[in-house]
């Protein structure tokens, strides 16, 4: 209840990109592996940043 206007932190927002980006690729990967990579490269860059940003705080 008392999260509902609370704002996300930076981390939290590439990690749900991280988890919609990983569920299209593999969506994906049943019709095109080619658009599938490219979404798996995506995901993997975003997990780097999350990285990054881990290793910062």
């Known amino acids: 209840m008392f999260g509902l206007f609370k704002k996300k932190s ?9 988890k919609k980006l990983q569920k299209e ?11 599938s990579d490219a979404k798996l490269k995506e995901a993997d860059d975003i997990a780097k940043k999350i990285e990054a940003l881990k290793s910062n705080a």
Not at 10 to 18: A, N, P, V
Not at 25 to 35: A, I, V
């Open 10 to 18: 930076e981390t939290e927002k590439l990690q749900e990109r991280f």
């Open 25 to 35: 690729s593999f969506e994906l990967s049943k019709t095109n592996r080619q658009k």
